[in-house]
T-cell receptor
């Protein structure tokens, strides 16, 4: 079974704090993704990584950065947390397949509240 | 850029009945994949069913089937014999088929539909 784990289910931080969200996958997947999920907006891609130390911006990267030092671990960093970053954060991973017939596997999510 | 629209924020169904969730998308690509993902309350999102755009046959997975209308850019999910465990948020998602290309398997999601199943 593919397993994607996230370091915290619930997190409460103060405005201006630096926040680290960690994601680990155990299936040697090349691709990893960070999304945020907000009511009425679905999931929006923040950043993704297709290899160690490689990263690409998604649709809403402002206010976030990422780090991928090892293949199995992908971290999302909020440099200076703001209240509009209160959200559910989902991590996902997927393999690379030439057929394209592959899915993304999701972690349980981290519900972050910034006060 | 591709967009995915789920126009039904909430749906409800009686246990054992059938329900259809709607999804439309916009793309200029001819080859792509479409997915339905299920997110149960407080649980991880899982894949329900996938459809390859170049396959005309609609995908089915047990009680779950899709109605894929490529020309209309429509991709609805039908759940037959609904069960209490089907209650969840359902997301429609699109992925470009440029395998090995620059899409890196990125998904574009719809807004989600909350499905309630009544006993």
């Amino acid at each position: 079974d593919v397993k994607v784990t996230q370091s915290s289910r619930y997190l409460v931080k103060r405005t201006g704090e630096k926040v680290f969200l960690e994601c680990v996958q155990d299936m040697d997947h090349e691709n990893m993704f960070w999304y945020r999920q907000d009511p009425g907006l679905g999931l929006r891609l923040i950043y993704f990584s297709y290899d160690v130390k490689m990263k690409e911006k998604g649709d809403i990267p402002e206010g976030y950065s990422v780090s991928r030092e090892k293949k199995e671990r992908f971290s999302l960093i909020l440099e200076s947390a703001s209240t509009n970053q209160t959200s559910m954060y989902l991590c996902a991973s997927s393999p690379v397949g030439t057929s394209g017939d592959y899915e993304q596997y999701f972690g349980p999510g981290t519900r972050l509240t910034v006060t | 850029a591709q967009t995915v629209t789920q126009s039904q924020p909430e749906m409800s169904v009686q246990e054992a009945e059938t329900v259809t969730l709607s999804c439309t998308y916009d793309t200029s690509e001819s080859d792509y994949y479409l997915f339905w993902y299920k997110q149960p309350p407080s649980r991880q999102m899982i894949l329900v069913i996938r459809q390859e755009a170049y396959k005309q046959q609609n995908a089915t997975e047990n009680r779950f089937s899709v109605n894929f209308q490529k020309a209309a850019k429509s991709f609805s999910l039908k759940i037959s014999d609904s069960q209490l465990g089907d209650a969840a948020m359902y997301f429609c998602a699109y992925r470009s088929a440029d395998a090995g290309g620059t899409s890196y398997g990125k998904l574009t999601f719809g807004q989600g539909t909350i499905l309630t199943v009544h006993p």
